[in-house]
């Protein structure tokens, strides 16, 4: 509805096993591009912060089934969030690819900026693991 490729949205992905910077990585290997992101501007719902703090686990690389990343050409970018609002749809600007070496570079909320280039280990299981071990309930 507000456009493709070239006049709007070119790429989509979603940011499951590996959560949202796993998932930023991918696309930066996928672009062949740098991408600089803001974490403070990754939105996070409540309940996920809620169960990752319970869980002990970083919410930025868990399991973020539901989650959908999009590279938007600019000139469209607020055309596309507006539509993603008028569907209630939560979504938020967090950066912008650029020429360079495919790694993520999120810049943090104090303003140091930390360069990644491979991934974490996903730390769903691990603690989903933990949790049946334990007969969490």
């Known amino acids: 509805a507000v456009g493709v490729r070239d006049e709007g949205v070119s790429t989509l992905h979603d940011a499951t096993e590996g959560g949202v910077l796993g998932g930023l990585l991918e696309l930066a290997a996928a672009t062949g591009l740098a991408v600089h992101v803001a974490r403070d501007q990754i939105p996070l719902a409540p309940e996920a912060r809620a169960a990752c703090a319970m869980l002990g686990i970083d919410p930025w690389w868990a399991l973020s089934e539901g989650t959908l990343l999009a590279c938007v050409r600019p000139a469209r970018a607020g055309a596309v969030l507006a539509a993603l609002a008028a569907r209630d749809i939560l979504a938020a600007d967090i950066g912008q690819l650029a020429d360079g070496a495919p790694a993520l ?9 930390t360069h990644i280039t491979e991934p974490q280990p996903d730390p769903w299981w691990p ?3 933990r949790a049946v071990r334990e007969r969490w309930r």
């Open 105 to 113: 570079h999120l810049q943090e909320p104090g303003g140091a900026t």
């Open 127 to 129: 603690a989903y693991e």
